[in-house]
């Protein structure tokens, strides 16, 4: 018996999305906050904590929490559901209106779970490249999704891994064009960008999707979308009934409530992005793409599987191939860490990168 042919066909060649765990070195691939989580907001959670989290189902819904999601988003607790991270809620979606015979629309290069959860799910994925500035190209996106069986259009704003951001107005121009689901993925937007979370009032094919993983709490898992109440609907015949836990569900109740912590350390990493974007762009041969997340993308004069290879000897591990191909040849992208930790990195890659 051969397990493989029992595998269905159309992920038997399927590549999995590989995390790469390192010790001993400094984390720059993950795109997670460099900094040590406020104990403030530690106390606040064990100090809500009953015995009847850990014994006890979660709210299936999450209502306490969504209430306070609500608060800070101006949506109403019917518009959003909550998910063990937007990875979770990707495939929800494509689980609900993908599937075979469906198209998902995906500009490239982009985050890779949007192709994959495609597969997973039997939608056919179909990418459309970006400009040489990692813009949209609109007019041809647009063809795409006006194209039958095009249900679905995952759009990274700012974009993973180019930092790059989809103007309000640019997105409201796909929204008014197009019958099917136009899915805004903020994961970066406290980072930089403007959201569109103020049209879904007009769209009813509009989803945002946002997460608590970039700022705060990337080990517990949880994100949300936030969707007209006819998306909602449909989304809860398909999700998981208890899908996020109550420990979760509690921490993200404190972070809200302690968010001016998480704001002074967001302020940190754009400064800091802003510094080793400057820094980056004075090494000779490397080629700097702006960012509005907290990470930065640059292309390198060297292969740069040996210069991730060379940080990674010299304790610093880096993201390779955040994309073999659509402009991504010879780049690297690098997490904003601490001060120190990128005065670190850039004072290896100076000396792996040639002076002529």
């Given at each position: 018996m051969q397990i493989r042919d029992m595998v269905r066909e159309d992920i038997r060649n399927l590549v999995p999305y590989e995390p790469h765990p390192y010790a001993d070195v400094?984390?720059?691939?993950?795109?997670?906050?460099?900094?040590?989580?406020?104990?403030?907001?530690?106390?606040?959670?064990?100090?809500?904590?009953?015995?009847?989290?850990?014994t006890r189902y979660p709210d299936p819904l999450g209502e306490e929490l969504r209430g306070e999601i609500g608060k800070m988003t101006g949506a109403a607790?019917?518009?959003?559901?909550?998910?063990?991270?937007?990875?979770?809620?990707?495939?929800?979606?494509?689980?609900?209106?993908?599937?075979?015979?469906?198209?998902?629309?995906?500009?490239?290069?982009?985050?890779?779970?949007?192709?994959?959860?495609?597969?997973?799910?039997?939608?056919?994925?179909?990418?459309?490249?970006?400009?040489?500035?990692?813009?949209?190209?609109?007019?041809?996106?647009?063809?795409?999704?006006?194209?039958?069986?095009?249900?679905?259009?995952?759009?990274?704003?700012?974009?993973?891994?180019?930092?790059?951001?989809?103007?309000?107005?640019?997105?409201?121009?796909?929204?008014?064009?197009?019958?099917?689901?136009?899915?805004?993925?903020?994961?970066?937007i406290d980072f930089g960008g403007q959201t569109c979370l103020p049209l879904i009032r007009e769209y009813p094919n509009l989803v945002v999707l946002r997460t608590f993983s970039k700022v705060a709490l990337a080990g517990l898992r949880l994100g949300y979308l936030t969707a007209d109440a006819a998306v909602v609907?449909?989304?809860?015949?398909?999700?998981?009934?208890?899908?996020?836990?109550?420990?979760?569900?509690?921490?993200?109740?404190?972070?809200?409530?302690?968010?001016?912590?998480?704001?002074?350390?967001?302020?940190e990493i754009v400064a800091e992005r802003v510094r080793l974007e400057a820094e980056l762009g004075k090494i000779k041969g490397i080629e700097v793409f702006p960012s509005k997340a907290n990470f930065v993308l640059f292309r390198v004069p060297v292969p740069a599987a040996e210069l991730h290879r060379g940080l990674l000897e010299n304790g610093v591990l880096v993201r390779k191939n955040p994309g073999r191909t659509h402009g991504l040849e010879q780049c690297l992208r690098a997490t904003v860490g601490t001060r120190q930790e990128n005065d670190f990195f850039l004072e290896k890659l100076t000396k792996l990168i040639p002076i002529s």
């Open positions: 400094i984390k720059l691939d993950a795109n997670e906050n460099p900094h040590a989580f406020p104990a403030p907001v530690i106390k606040d959670i064990f100090e809500t904590l009953t015995g009847d989290v850990f607790p019917e518009n959003i559901i909550l998910g063990n991270g937007s990875d979770e809620l990707i495939q929800l979606l494509l689980q609900t209106f993908g599937g075979p015979g469906r198209r998902v629309v995906i500009p490239v290069p982009t985050f890779a779970m949007y192709k994959i959860h495609g597969q997973i799910t039997g939608t056919e994925p179909v990418e459309i490249p970006r400009n040489s500035d990692f813009s949209l190209d609109e007019e041809r996106l647009i063809a795409e999704m006006q194209v039958s069986g095009a249900t679905t259009t995952f759009i990274a704003t700012p974009n993973n891994p180019t930092g790059t951001i989809a103007p309000v107005e640019q997105v409201r121009r796909l929204l008014e064009r197009v019958d099917s689901l136009v899915i805004i993925d903020e994961a970066y609907r449909e989304l809860l015949k398909v999700k998981q009934p208890y899908n996020v836990n109550g420990f979760s569900q509690a921490a993200a109740r404190a972070v809200l409530k302690n968010w001016q912590y998480f704001r002074e350390q967001i302020a």
